[in-house]
């Protein structure tokens, strides 16, 4: 089992920046990837931005070059940087694990609001 704790949401304007954190706990040795995920009101929750513990990172087009993924030297706390961020980024983000067992694990959620 392993637990996922996000934190780091807020309100912040156009252009500006806000980091996510996921901390991981529970049997950390079986995770294998790390994401971020997005959902906006009335629309699907869409892939972020996923790294593995090996360091390779992967991102949506709508994010890249703005958003950092990014994995601690414990491979337990997965971040997110967001700069430039835009209106269209609002959202509620949430961290995904899936462990070497292709077992899935969600956080809560943690809400983004990017004002004009």
């Known amino acids: 089992q392993v637990q996922l704790m996000e934190s780091g949401g807020g309100l912040v304007q156009t252009g500006g920046s806000l980091r996510l954190s996921c901390a991981a706990s529970?049997?950390?040795?079986?995770?294998?990837?790390m994401s971020w995920f997005r959902q906006a009101p009335g629309k699907q929750r869409e892939f972020v931005a996923t790294?593995?513990?090996?360091?390779?990172?992967l991102y949506a087009e709508s994010v890249k070059g703005r958003f950092t993924i990014s994995i601690n030297n414990g491979k337990n706390t997965v971040y997110l940087q967001m700069n430039s961020l835009k209106v269209e980024d609002t959202a509620v983000y949430y961290c995904?694990?899936?462990?070497?067992?292709?077992?899935?694990?969600w956080g809560q959620g943690t809400q983004v609001t990017v004002s004009p």
């Open positions: 995904k694990v899936l462990t070497r067992s292709n077992a899935e694990y």
């Open positions: 529970g049997n950390l040795f079986s995770i294998n990837v």
């Open positions: 790294v593995t513990t090996a360091g390779t990172t």
